[in-house]
């Protein structure tokens, strides 16, 4: 489906990933009322899971690259939860981002930048949202960032 999100994305030369399927015992996203819950998706490209543990074996510009798939995955997923009509998205509410973190390295909100960044660069006004962003000491796969998200839809 064509849309003024989906020309922005072209324009931004974004394409999309397909919306994973679930590996465990959950959905891929929740809609209750107006909002869609968008379970976790982690850092992933066309070779596959973007492993690493930040300031141990990965910069902070490269997390803040693998953070940035995870907002594609969601966009993906918020795609299907929206019926392939992204134009219904109204807000982005909250993103939650956790980075495989060595002990002492503190830079999380830089890396979740990177997801954030592009939320603003697909939704405009509307991609600015709350954040959360939280060193973990490990994540599924090895991955170096898993985001979920919160997302208000028309």
Known sequence: ???????RLAE???????????VANYVPFVRT???VHVSGQVS????GPICG?????????????????????????LREACGGDLDRVVRVVKLVGFVNSAPAFTDQ??????????????????????RSAVGAGALPLGVAVEVE???EIA
């Open 1 to 7: 489906m064509s849309g003024r999100i989906e020309g």
């Open 12 to 22: 931004l030369g974004i394409t999309l990933p397909v919306a994973a399927a679930p």
């Open 33 to 35: 009322g107006n909002l």
């Open 44 to 47: 992933r490209d066309a070779a």
């Open 53 to 77: 543990r930040l300031g141990e074996t990965m910069e902070t510009e490269a997390g803040a690259g693998a953070a940035r798939t995870c907002a594609l995955a969601l966009i993906a997923q």
């Open 109 to 130: 909100p830089r890396v979740v930048n990177g997801a954030s960044d592009v939320m603003v660069e697909v939704f405009g006004e509307a991609g600015r949202h709350a």
């Open 149 to 151: 998200g919160i997302f």
